[in-house]
């Protein structure tokens, strides 16, 4: 593209209204480029002056230096690798640039951040970012204010911008390009302005799996003009949507990735690039509930922010730009949120992209073009619209929103410094002081889990040297304090350090009120961490705790791994860990038997389920138990119980080509615990008729809010196919597992093989929609989904009850167990098949028909002798109704008593049922199954209400699978906690 220079008045909208903005009338500008700009942008109020033109510059190459047309062009996406081809030339001809890599995806695809600032400031950057450095660890500088104010006046912020988390999303990377050129070549006096007075950092692309993946399809889409193409099925590796999810559970490479760039940067924002509302709508502000654990400065600073910028881009003559809605800030899970929670501002734009590069014809929605107070300027309800479009309104507001910040950097790093040092202070301020972790070897394996994803979050953790006690605040309002004494080894997370406030945020109980005025939270209302990690972490409010002898506690590898006695039997107790099952997997050569009922050795309580392994190599034992953190215990002579081998199972994960978001969380907690799995989908199992010879075990996990139709039918096959392969046209696609036709579900001759599976002995784990497609059709006799529509449940964190202990599923559990819902679902189960066996009309200790007595007497008939009827049973609400003689009779429909659902988990009572979030009306789903063992043949079909593994965070849970997998072919028993048809009993 030819570049004319000559000085001209860059925007023929400018008016000198904003002379904050005004552009260097000397500069010469890429004509060339200029005039591609204003061709792309549909109509001219979609744009302004800030960035209808581009500097030019003899040295520096702007973006269609490789793009081979400017940014927002139609027709054409980069792949991340041309991103930051253009990065490092921007490098290698600006002093001005800095680009570094700050790690790697799942796929080994890099990721980048881009420093832009004068050359001064990025050669002083060492010398800066110790300065922010002691501004963020103000302990450092003794809590000094005196020694903080210098600091704060030579030093300069870094305000760090991300991308394309969300790989359909796709405008950010070119928009970002343009930006940078612009920051590092416009003489704009504003422009000089933000370089000389702050580091803006750049990752402009954080899902870069899915990023490729996304290039790919619309490429595929331009050369298959007039054709459906096929939707985005993987994103990242594991997951799409929910990437965005994960910045408590720190479980994918980017979290990590964009965190430790924030924290190593010592950055002041995080501002993170989306593309879902029209036309531009900065949630900076969003709606309450506020998160009830940030600095109030926080929520300050977003309104600060968040109006100003609105102000701004109303001020260009803008439309549709508003900074007030429907997005609660409640839970910390956002990536931009990693700010909010370590003393940063988390910022977000959602501009209007169309998912891909094509100009489209929009029609909006009314709720998305009405005016509102906050929305005075309302997006237009029809439009025309371009990735150009897209790009000039991210730019535009980022700029604006740059210059702002620029000229009030003192008051961003004093506000910078004094959260940092309120975090500290937490301990005599609003407290607590410390959360403890109680040494027990029970809970250990969870433990270290947990606190390994605190160390992620850049939380330190210490561990006492010596026992301690301390009040303990009580539990309810009016209760009196306790005290407790903790042993030594305990690990305590102190509260007086820069990150406490996420550590807080993690550990502590959340509560929604159910009269909350926001009606429709946004994401999960409870997501404490020591309820869905099933340890007991106790908050202590009284700061002489912080007094008692500790030592960091930096690496945690040798928590465990310890072999204690002797003999030549290696015993494992059963305790909820996550990684008995993967043990089995690294131990093959080693003879390794499950116990089948608990047993006590020298003072040592074992659950059923533990491990007793001989023939085993002690060093590659060691070195399993050390990775699995794990300990063990030599015993010279076994238990005298049951006991039996155990197996290796054979696993396979089945997907579906309709999603594979929540299926992924699955998969990336069996790849992080080291169990090993076939990924196949529905469409090879509609192919293979004898999947009981390959499998013993297969995972359905949930699909994401699926219907039993469409698992079976797939997609709509009208029109064309829809490949997911790797081509020389498609090179991303296909490498997690590949389909020539997306289209085609499950079949019923699928599900066919998928009943024939179960009935030859296999286990099919299901989940939610998957669990109610399995009851749909036919493969969970016994069990319906109960009405539930009348309790209010959004992802929160209920406490549930084991109805039966004894099931090998339940192996290693106590009496309880915490549980995330995601809104209520609960089951029924029934000793017949259809609807034959449901509640009954009346139950007699329910109510009673008008009579006489009181309520809990019994009517007498009058004028004949007294008939006393047949005592019925009481029937929990998690129990199905017995059957009598003459229910049985001749009763086709009677489930025989061996192949009956056995209920394994329930919701506790209505007063206990709340831990963390939200619950409203909660009387139907109170006392109901949760989680059952139906079955089918010689199989079993195991099912959830409650999602076990999610989003990394229901540690606590994962063995109720993982349990199920190990005990695959020894599932069923008899449940003494279920009442008995009484010819079963009799005939007992």
């Known amino acids: 593209m030819a570049i004319l220079y000559f000085a001209i008045k860059p925007a023929a909208s400018q008016t000198g209204l904003n002379e904050t903005f005004a552009t260097d009338s000397h500069q010469p500008v890429d004509q060339a480029y200029t005039d ?32 081979g047309d400017v940014a927002g062009a139609p027709d054409m996406l980069p792949y991340a690798e041309d991103v930051y081809k253009y990065f490092r030339q921007l490098q290698a001809a600006s002093p001005r640039v800095k680009v570094v890599s700050i790690g790697h995806s799942e796929e080994g695809r890099e990721m980048i951040a881009v420093a832009i600032a004068d050359e001064s400031l990025l050669k002083t950057q060492r010398e800066n970012d110790a300065r922010l450095a002691k501004l963020a660890d103000p302990r450092t500088i003794g809590l000094d204010d005196s020694k903080a104010q210098p600091l704060i006046d030579q030093s300069y912020p870094v305000y760090y911008i991300t991308g394309t988390i969300h790989s359909t999303e796709t405008g950010a990377p070119t928009a970002l390009m343009e930006l940078a050129y612009r920051l590092a070549v416009d003489d704009a006096p504003y422009i000089k302005y933000i370089r000389s007075h702050m580091i803006v950092l750049i990752t402009p692309v954080v899902e870069v799996d899915g990023r490729d993946r996304m290039v790919d399809i619309y490429r595929w889409h331009k050369e298959h003009p007039g054709q459906d193409w096929p939707r985005l099925a993987y994103w990242g590796h594991y997951v799409a949507h929910d990437n965005n999810r994960d910045a408590m559970g720190m479980t994918l490479n980017l979290t990590s990735n964009v965190l430790n760039t924030y924290v190593g940067w010592h950055a002041q924002v995080l501002h993170d690039l989306h593309e879902s509302v029209p036309f531009l709508y900065d949630n900076t502000v969003g709606d309450g509930p506020y998160n009830a654990w940030i600095d109030p400065t926080l929520a300050d600073e977003w309104a600060e922010l968040g109006w100003n910028n609105v102000a701004q881009m109303q001020s260009f003559g803008m439309p549709g730009v508003f900074t007030h809605g429907d997005f609660d800030t409640w839970s910390p899970g956002y990536l931009m949120f990693l700010a909010g929670m370590h003393n940063g501002i988390s910022r977000l734009y959602e501009t209007f992209g169309n998912g891909g590069a094509d ?27 371009s990735q150009r479009d897209n790009n000039n309104y991210e730019q535009t507001a980022l700029l604006s929103t740059l210059s702002y910040f620029s000229h009030n950097t003192h008051h961003f790093l004093e506000n910078y410094y004094l959260k940092s040092k309120r975090s500290i202070q937490k301990p005599t301020l609003d407290g607590p002081a410390a959360y403890v972790l109680p040494a027990d070897s029970a809970e250990l394996n969870r433990q270290l889990q947990l606190l390994n994803i605190l160390k992620l979050q850049h939380v330190e ?17 009016g209760d009196k304090p306790t005290r407790q004494t903790f042993p030594e080894g305990s690990y305590i997370v102190r509260l007086d350090q820069p990150y406490s406030r996420v550590a807080d945020a993690l550990l502590d109980k959340q509560y929604w009120a159910p009269d909350d005025p926001q009606k429709h939270p946004y994401d999960d209302t409870g997501w404490s961490f020591s309820q869905l990690f099933n340890v007991k972490a106790v908050r202590i409010a009284d700061p002489t705790i912080l007094k008692s002898p500790m030592a960091v506690a930096a690496d945690f590898s040798d928590a465990s791994g310890k072999v204690t006695g002797t003999g030549t039997i290696y015993a494992i107790a059963n305790t909820g860990q996550t990684s008995l099952l993967p043990l089995i997997y690294t ?38 138990l050390h990775k699995f953190s794990l300990d063990a215990v030599r015993l010279s002579i076994a238990p005298d119980i049951p006991r039996h081998v155990a197996p290796v199972p054979r696993v396979a994960f089945m997907h579906t080509w309709l999603g594979t978001q929540t299926e992924g969380w699955w998969r990336l907690a069996f790849d992080k615990a080291g169990v090993p799995y076939k990924y196949i989908s529905t469409q090879t199992v509609a192919s293979e008729d004898n999947l009981r010879s390959k499998y013993d075990v297969i995972i359905f996990a949930p699909v994401g809010h699926s219907s039993s139709q469409e698992i079976i039918n797939g997609m709509p096959m009208w029109g064309n196919a829809l490949p997911w392969q790797k081509t020389d046209l498609t090179p991303n696609l296909g490498l997690i597992d590949s389909t020539a036709d997306m289209r085609p579900g499950l079949s019923y001759t699928g599900l066919a093989h998928l009943k024939s599976f179960v009935e030859g002995g296999g286990l099919l784990i299901t989940c939610e929609d998957t669990a109610q497609f399995a009851i749909e ?14 309790a209010r449940v959004v992802g929160s964190i209920l406490n549930s009850v084991f109805v039966t202990p004894t099931s090998p599923i339940a192996n290693g559990y106590g009496p309880t167990l915490p549980v995330m819902s995601a809104n209520g679902m609960v089951f029924n189960v029934s000793n017949t098949l259809g609807r034959q066996g449901g509640r009954m009309l009346m139950d007699p200790y329910e109510h009673r028909p008008t009579g006489r007595g009181g309520p809990d007497e019994s009517d007498i008939v009058q004028g004949r002798q007294l008939a006393e009827a047949e005592a019925v049973p009481k029937v929990q609400p998690w129990q199905p109704k017995p059957l009598n003689e003459d229910q049985l009779r001749n009763n086709l429909q009677a489930i025989p008593v061996p192949l009956r659902p056995e209920v394994i988990l329930r919701f506790s009572d209505q007063k206990t049922l709340l831990l963390s979030g939200l619950l409203d009306k909660p009387a139907s789903i109170a006392e109901r199954a949760i989680v059952v063992n139906a079955h089918l043949g010689s199989g079993n079909v195991l099912l959830f209400a409650n999602n076990p593994v999610y989003r990394g965070e229901t540690i606590g849970s994962y063995n109720l699978v993982f349990n199920a997998i190990l005990s695959f072919d020894h599932l069923r028993q008899s449940n003494p906690t279920q009442p008995e048809d009484k010819t079963a009993a009799e005939a007992r």
């Open 36 to 67: 591609h700009i204003r061709k792309y942008t549909t109509d001219p109020q979609f744009s302004s002056h800030l960035v209808d033109y581009l500097p030019a510059s003899p040295t520096v190459p702007a973006p269609s230096k490789v793009l």
């Open 359 to 385: 100009t489209e014809k929009r029609i909006l929605q009314p709720e998305d073009y009405s005016r509102t107070w906050y929305r005075q300027n309302p997006p237009l309800p029809i439009v025309m619209w």
């Open 461 to 477: 953790i210490q561990q006492l040297s010596a026992a301690t006690s301390s009040v303990i605040p009580p539990v309810k309002r």
């Open 587 to 624: 131990l093959k050569q080693a003879h390794i038997e499950t116990t089948e009922k608990p047993f006590d050795v020298d003072g040592r309580h074992y659950a059923a389920g533990s491990l007793l392994i001989t023939q085993a190599d002690e060093t590659s034992l060691i070195a399993s």
């Open 777 to 790: 059709t036919g493969l969970a006799p016994g069990v319906s989904i109960a009405p539930h529509d009348d």
